[in-house]
């Protein structure tokens, strides 16, 4: 059993997408970041950077339980662990692992600006919005020219589209319009149509606040603000 410790929020789904799409035994375990579940002492001894997702695999590589935290490095982890949705050849495993890594390092930080800067600073500042908007669209840019000719970003369904699809399904918040990224919004279509998606959604649409972001002052300060050091 794998217990996958989450909030409704997009590296979390690209664990569910995993874990449907393989049929792997998990139940979900509710860590609400708004409340500051995320700092409390239990919750940090498996995930010290106190973010969301983390799993608890009862049954890890050497039949002992094993955490792991970090979106991509549990991709991975369940990759290899089902050998599934990451190729065994040199050549194919290189190729998934750049574009989950562009994921990590690009996809996930610039977008989440984006939202950051657009819907829940306390101010309106329009250097950050334009920088992040901007780059949101170069990002989205750059996947439509991969995707032509290919199916999915690294040829077959894989992990890196797994990690890439659920920042791409929030393109309004980041001020991206699919009608010029024709080879992104075919792509959207494709993952959409996956059965294990729609599971993978369910999951997250039965868990996700009717309203997105901080609620009042308080869960901002928990969100944005000082809060998480002191609880350090």
């Known amino acids: 059993m794998i217990d996958l410790y989450m909030w409704p929020t997009p590296n979390a789904h690209k664990v569910t997408l995993f874990l449907e799409e393989t049929g792997l035994p998990y139940r979900t375990v509710e860590v609400n970041i708004g409340a500051g579940d995320q700092f ?4 940090l001894a498996i995930g010290p950077n106190n973010k969301m997702p983390v799993i608890v695999d009862s049954d890890g590589p050497d039949g002992r339980p094993i955490s792991v935290f970090e979106s991509g490095a549990i991709l991975i982890y369940l ?9 065994a050849d040199p050549r194919g495993r290189c190729e998934v692992l750049q ?3 562009f994921q990590m390092a690009s996809v996930g930080p610039m ?22 908007t901007n780059e949101s669209r170069r990002i989205y840019g750059v996947v439509d020219t991969r995707l032509a000719g290919r199916d999915y970003v690294a040829g077959e369904y894989s992990i890196a589209d797994m990690a890439i699809y659920p920042w791409f399904l929030h393109h309004e918040r980041e001020g991206v319009d699919l009608a010029g990224l024709p ?7 494709a993952i959409a149509a996956r059965p294990a998606t729609a599971r993978a959604l369910a999951v997250m649409a039965e868990r996700r606040p009717a309203k997105p972001g901080p609620q009042d002052e308080a869960q901002r300060q928990i969100l944005f603000g000082a809060e998480q050091y002191r609880r350090h």
């Open 79 to 87: 990759a290899e662990k089902t050998g599934r949705f990451l190729p």
């Open 183 to 189: 080879q992104v919004r075919r792509w959207m279509d």
């Open 111 to 132: 977008l989440g600006q984006a939202h950051h800067f657009r819907d829940y600073a306390p101010e309106t500042l329009p250097y950050a919005i334009d920088r992040y």
């Open 99 to 101: 574009w989950l890594m």
């Open 40 to 43: 409390k002492p239990e919750f």
